[in-house]
Structures are given as C-alpha cells and as structure tokens.
C-alpha cells in the first residue's frame, strides 16, 4: 500500500474536515493516517477510503502522540504532510467556563498541535521538504463574547503556526494555516439551523481542497495564512 506513496497524517478525524481531508488526499495518492480518539469510527472510515489507516490517538496526550507517530512511522514511513485538524471549545463567556474546560480547549487546539508538530518536523529537515498545515478558525483573530475557551486556544494555534513558519520555512518545509470562516456543513449543524441555506455553509471538501493545495504550492510563492468561507458570507 505505501512503497511509492508519500504520507499524509490527519490529526483529528471526525465526520466533516478530517474526513474530507482524508479522502482528498488518498485521492491525490498518499497514504493517509487517519488520528482520532474513537478507534471504532476510524476503522469504519478506512474501510470505506482505500489508502487509510486508522490510529487512535488523543492529541491533548504526550505519549498518545508519541505511540502513535512511532507506528505511522514504523507502518507507512517518514511523513510528508501533517494536517492538524483537532479542534476543541466549549462556548460559554468567562463566567461560565471551568478551569478544567478552558486548560482542554487549549489543550487539544495549541499543546496537540505542538506534540504532533514536533513529531514530523526531523524527518522533514532531512529531506528539505514536506508541509504542516494547522486548520484554524476566526476565533483566532477576535474573541467573541461566548468563546472565552476556544478564541484564546485558537489564538495560541495561530501563533506557534506562524512561529513554525518562520523557522522552518528556511528549511524547505511549508508551515500553513488554514482560517475557517463560517459554519462546516455537518448534519447536526444542518439541523441547528434549518432555515440557513446552501450557500451558508462550508463544505468541507472545500476545506480539504484548499489545504492540498496550499501543499502543491510552488516554494517561491507560499502562503503562511489563508482563509476559507463561503461565497455568501457577509465579512
């Protein structure tokens, strides 16, 4: 399955992005490590997508990370592409979040980020290449009244990214991210807001599609930051 494949991890895999994104680039020929905490649904997704492999993995945990990345690594090779797609926040104003919410939304959205980045990041100055791409969100840029939680753990995401970036761009691999604007078409989204239409929503092919190619990118014209809403949006 891997001889002559490059690999693709995807960090946080549930129904909408990490599932996309799992399919765009099994579809573009990488072997795809698919990273999630629930086991059973990854199995279910690699059976459906051919070139996926399923790795349970809670990001918010040093040695999950570890045990993980050390069997992608011994299974499929050195990876090529990280995806980070993990993303956490419970949405509730200062007064009613927990300490214990607030340190797990910064956990899974900014430590997670920095265990799996540093896991791929060797292997990659060896060979000069390869491409770490952080799915963010506009809580990153403005903290609303109820993200109290998720703006400040997007906001450090965003920042290690952009730290990476200049660091590593250098060294030939391409650090980017990813500003979701707006709401993924999901089915529970659909149904919290039923009267919203097509145009409303993310698609998260669409997601997927923007971070391949932002890994295709030609070195002399990277992106560090790109945003991704729909057309009807108002912004």
């Known amino acids: 399955m891997t001889a002559q494949r490059k690999v693709a991890v995807v960090a946080g895999v549930g129904p909408g992005n990490g599932a996309a994104l799992t399919r765009r680039f099994a579809q573009a020929g990488h072997a795809v490590a698919m990273l999630a905490r629930n086991r059973t649904s990854l199995e279910l997704l690699a059976k459906e997508i ?135 078409d999901l089915p529970r989204t659909r149904q919290m807001m039923p009267d919203k239409p097509d145009g409303f929503f993310i698609k998260p092919s669409g997601v997927a599609e923007t971070a391949y190619r932002l890994t295709c990118q030609d070195p002399s014209a990277w992106s560090f930051e790109v945003e991704a809403r729909p057309f009807a949006e108002s912004w």
């Not at 797609?85 to 300490?99: C, K, M, P, Q, Y």
């Not at 809580?139 to 609303?144: D, H």
Request: glycine fraction near 8%; include cysteine; proline fraction near 3%.
């Open 50 to 184: 051919e070139g996926s492999r399923a790795y349970e993995c809670d990001v918010a945990s040093a040695d999950s990370v570890a045990r993980a990345f050390a069997r992608v690594r011994a299974e499929l090779g050195p990876v090529e592409v990280l995806l980070y797609n993990a993303g956490s926040g419970v949405f509730a104003d200062i007064e009613g979040i927990t300490a214990e919410q607030f340190e797990q939304s910064w956990r899974v959205n900014a430590y997670g980020a920095f265990l799996c980045a540093r896991q791929v990041i060797a292997d990659m100055k060896v060979r000069k290449s390869g491409s770490i791409v952080f799915i963010g969100a506009t809580a990153s840029r403005r903290g609303g009244p109820r993200s109290a939680a998720f703006a400040p753990a997007k906001a450090a995401q965003r920042s290690l990214a952009e730290s990476m970036a200049r660091t590593l761009w250098p060294a030939g691999i391409h650090v980017a991210l990813i500003i979701v604007d707006g709401v993924v």
